[in-house]
């Protein structure tokens, strides 16, 4: 996160399933009101006690009697202090250390001679610091785009270096409704509708907007590469307030030289928001989480499937065309079951087939890639039914005919993952259902 930053899913599909945001938010919210809202759910459910604030994990370890126990030995230090390390004993662990652990830092011919400043997304805050000067963005995704435009409106010069385009998708999918309460409506997914929609979409942002001409010109289809979401990169383009090159080549000492040849001269800084690598370093077993995701062996993106018991689970590892925080919440829920015992994981050898056949899904959609990349809502339901809080709309048909057209054609709100099954608030949901869909 930055100061500047909107978030580009809506209120509505971005709350916890049982805390709805307040109605004065706005539709899409920025970083301060993201804050205020974890905030709000901490005190809400008296979360805050049970946190131990300025804790480093150092080191996380199987116990000598963990084919029996399943527990794990965690020590951590004082991150304020030089303290020696502490350890205790627990009965399962949940890794949430995200996606944004290391910083995917490039390494250009000449960068070592460059004499500007060259910094890394992760460390961005603000456009003041470029006040008057010139900046070069490299990155074709979110976060640099982004940024992209956040400095363009303090810098003198600002381009922005993509090596394969960019897919510019606006916040409002009809200029009425959010694009992610329309895109996830369950009747779409049981006619498959979901990527003829986006495949129309990309074609139509191809008459709104001259890609060629202000050279952002994707090189693959809109569900073949990632695509970024902000309503303002079209008119900065426009306007010649950000500029578009493609790939970066080389540094010189005072510049940049992109692919094509052109170079860019006196530039002031680079940013790369060129991404991140995942890293769970405390981990002592290796084994259980590679770097790469191609190479990790992990049921459901989840549980790793190399453990005699299951009480160790990785949450939220994973890039996702969706919001964040109901998905990771849906995977801590059936982490929790698991680790208590109150719900069995398939045979190793189920779970390792569906881990290959969600592989080979993943690779001939995206290529070899760092970024597990799913569409969120896809894969809420698929983590919903496995939970056992997938709502059974046939069902409701005959019982609560409002909500089950609601929950059919309305946003697939959080709060539908709370209507039955285990963490079931039935009056709750419904209300949130019925008002926010």
């Not at 805390?19 to 809400?44: L, N, R, V």
């Not at 400095?151 to 009425?176: D, F, Q």
């Not at 329309?182 to 990527?195: C, E, K, M, Y």
């Not at 950000?242 to 006196?266: I, R, Y």
């Amino acid at each position: 996160m930055f100061a500047n930053i909107i978030m580009n899913t809506s209120k509505t599909m971005s709350c916890f399933s049982d805390f709805p945001m307040p109605e004065d938010f706005p539709t899409f919210i920025p970083c301060s009101k993201a804050m205020e809202y974890y905030q709000m759910y901490a005190d809400h459910f008296d979360l805050t006690r049970h946190i131990q604030f300025n804790k480093k994990v150092v080191n996380v370890r199987k116990t000598k009697d963990f084919e029996e126990t399943g527990r794990w030995e965690v020590s951590y230090v004082d991150a304020m202090s030089d303290g020696d390390p502490e350890t205790q004993t627990f009965d399962g662990v949940l890794v949430c250390t995200g996606v944004l652990s290391k910083r995917n830092m490039p390494d250009y011919p000449g960068q070592s001679e460059f004499e500007g400043k060259i910094s890394h997304s992760g460390s961005y805050w603000n456009g003041e610091p470029y006040k008057d000067k010139r900046v070069v963005v490299v990155g074709n995704s979110f976060s640099a785009v982004d940024i992209a435009v956040d400095v363009s409106k303090h810098a003198k010069e600002t381009y922005l270096s993509t090596r394969s385009g960019l897919w510019i998708l606006p916040r409002m999918y009809t200029g009425t409704k959010p694009w992610d309460t329309v895109l996830t409506q369950r009747w779409l997914f049981a006619t498959n509708s979901v990527p003829k929609i986006i495949q129309k979409t990309g074609k139509d942002l191809m008459t709104r907007f001259d890609y060629g001409k202000y050279g952002v010109m994707p090189k693959r289809g809109v569900l073949m590469q990632s695509q970024c979401i902000n309503d303002e990169v079209p008119l900065r383009l426009l306007y010649g307030l950000l500029k578009a090159k493609p790939g970066l080549n080389q540094f010189t000492k005072t510049g940049v030289t992109f692919t094509d040849g052109s170079t860019v001269e006196d530039v002031d800084a680079v940013i790369y928001g060129t991404g991140f690598r995942s890293e769970c370093p405390f981990l002592e077993d290796k084994t259980l989480f590679a770097e790469l995701p191609q190479n990790r062996y992990l049921f459901k993106q989840i549980f790793p499937i190399s453990l005699e018991k299951p009480t160790l689970a990785i949450i939220g590892q994973f890039y996702i065309y969706g919001p964040v925080a109901p998905t990771a919440e849906l995977q801590s829920r059936l982490a929790v079951r698991v680790i208590s015992g109150h719900q069995k994981l398939p045979p190793v050898e189920i779970m390792k087939k569906n881990i290959e056949e969600t592989r080979v899904g993943m690779q001939s959609q995206w290529g070899f890639t760092n970024a597990n990349m799913i569409f969120t809502y896809f894969y809420q339901i698929e983590i919903a039914s496995l939970l056992g809080v997938e709502p059974k709309l046939f069902k409701m048909f005959f019982t609560d005919n409002a909500l089950a057209m609601k929950c059919l054609k309305g946003g697939c709100v959080p709060a539908q993952f709370r209507l039955q099954g285990p963490g079931e608030k039935f009056n709750l949901a419904r209300k949130i259902i019925m008002e926010k869909s």
